[in-house]
């Protein structure tokens, strides 16, 4: 018979545990504290190098060991090992106790605890391209590469909550686009939408009668400003028609001028002797001559501009619009304008719930979408069982996210068999997973939770499928490996 030697284990300063060759259960029994649990993280350290890592000598020795299955390890400051496993065994967090009860009250939660100690326990694998073909348009979406490593359920259980949490950024996203089309509605709904909707006639005719106030008020400027022009016109010219002189007084009169200044030449001829008075004679009639000729000029000008004058005064002027047209108008455009602005409500509000109908629209989408996904969430547990089924577990089936065996009652839930019968269960999977002469680590309180009954099933069970399963039970006395004795259990249990 082989066995697993432990010395200076934590609180464990000799222990042998025995190992037998066509199988069975080994119980290490012992009081509280007195290291049952050390004893079965030592077995688990042969073969699970996370585990071999948290093992300790025990305090005041230099090192301590463990010596089984092919494997030697020497515990110490640091922990070596050396030789090489010789029989199969399964990592300790899969125990098979896990499958019979996973001490979860929710069912649903409980067999997806179940599921995941399977995968683990028939070291399935999953490739990036089965999750792909499962996950479709969302692969990329939540970076499924980045997701992917050895262990499925651990990547299942990422890609749940990035499904998860997509479908509930999702949700958001659609509550968000419901909320902001139901603000839309709302400030639109006191607008008749249905009413007229004239906005290019209305800028048309707003446009004409633009042109046509513009028009008369022009009309209306330039006319008082030629009835101002008129008006000075009108002034000046009996201004100068009061004080004009005649020009051809003027002429005549700068005719005798010029005849008395020729008769006075012929006469300083004559009269030498006079020279000297007429000389200032000449010079004085000279400058009245002077003057006579600039009012000469004069007069020319203020006839030249009476003329004009009486052109500007003849003229006919035209009677200016009405001011109240123009106000008919301008009013006109005011209405035209309110128009304008109902429309433009009006086509606003259209385009609020044209906008809130395509919100309410994508809002569904999104909804639509999130359910896809949480569905594709719950669909990774079919990925696994189908990577179960290829691996020969085809005992189990996943039925509404509840793990199922085929029974001779039909397709149940394994929930809810019998606690022997889903014992037996969890040995033949773990059986299927492991190969003869494996070595099966169980949780103390997966044992002790068993009736004698179930324990002698247990035992053969083992036997049958030459399966070592180590476990721990409290009891008086030392810390102690001993074979599970088949009769004397269900003998003390029956007293």
């Not at 300790?92 to 995968?119: H, Y």
């Not at 709302?186 to 939408?193: G, R």
């Not at 070592?468 to 259990?489: H, I, K, P, S």
């Amino acid at each position: 018979m082989n066995s697993i030697e432990l010395k200076n284990v934590a609180p464990i300063s000799q222990l042998t545990i025995p190992i037998p060759e066509k199988g069975g259960v080994v119980v290490l029994r012992g009081a509280n504290g007195s290291g049952k649990s050390h004893a079965l993280q030592a077995v688990e350290g042969l073969y699970d190098k996370n585990v071999r890592k948290t093992l300790r000598n025990t305090d005041g020795t230099q090192s301590g060991s463990v010596k089984g299955m092919g494997v030697t390890l020497r515990l110490g400051r640091v922990n070596t090992s050396k030789g090489e496993l010789l029989c199969e065994a399964i990592d300790g967090r899969v125990d098979p106790s896990q499958l019979v009860d996973p001490g979860i009250k929710d069912p649903v939660a409980a067999d997806a605890r179940r599921l995941a100690t399977l995968v683990r326990l028939a070291n399935v694998k999953v490739s990036a391209a089965q999750w792909a073909e499962m996950l479709g348009k969302y692969g990329s979406e939540i970076e499924l590469e980045s997701l992917v490593d050895d262990d499925p359920v651990t990547t299942a259980d990422r890609m749940r909550r990035k499904l998860h949490a997509m479908a509930l950024s999702k949700e958001k996203q659609a509550n968000s686009s419901a909320q902001e089309s139901a603000t839309l509605e709302t400030s639109v709904a006191d607008v008749n939408i249905n009413g007229q909707d004239n906005a290019a006639e209305l800028m048309e005719e707003l446009e004409q009668v633009n042109v046509q106030i513009a028009t008369g008020k022009q009309q209306r400027m330039s006319i008082r400003a030629a009835i101002e022009q008129q008006s000075q016109a009108m002034q000046q010219l009996e201004t100068l028609e009061a004080s004009a002189m005649d020009p051809d007084a003027c002429e005549r009169e700068w005719q005798s001028y010029r005849s008395e200044i020729e008769r006075l030449t012929l006469e300083e001829v004559e009269l030498q002797n006079r020279l000297n008075a007429i000389r200032k004679d000449v010079e004085k009639n000279q400058a009245l001559q002077l003057k006579a000729m600039e009012r000469k000029v004069e007069a020319e000008e203020q006839r030249k501009q009476i003329e004009l004058l009486k052109v500007v005064v003849s003229k006919t002027i035209e009677e200016p619009v009405e001011l109240e047209v123009i106000e008919g108008w301008e009013a006109r455009r005011e209405k035209i304008r309110e128009d304008l602005k109902l429309c433009e409500v009006i086509k606003r509000a259209k385009q609020a719930i044209h906008k809130a109908k395509v919100l309410a629209a994508h809002s569904q989408e999104l909804n639509d979408e999130a359910e896809t996904i949480r569905d594709l969430a719950r669909s990774t547990d079919s990925v696994l069982e189908n990577a179960l089924q290829d691996a020969g577990f085809t005992v189990i089936k996943v039925h509404d996210g509840r793990l199922c065996v085929e029974t001779d009652r039909g397709i149940e839930p394994y929930s809810e068999l019998s606690h022997g019968e889903r014992w037996r269960i969890a040995l033949d999977l773990t059986a299927c997973g492991l190969g003869v002469g494996a070595v099966v680590p169980v949780r103390q309180e997966g044992w002790e939770a068993l009736d004698p009954k179930n324990k002698h099933e247990i035992q053969r069970m083992a036997l049958d499928r030459s399966l070592v399963m180590v476990t721990a039970e409290a009891a008086d006395g030392e810390l102690r490996a001993e074979l599970f004795d088949d009769e004397g259990e269900v003998d003390a249990g029956s007293e």
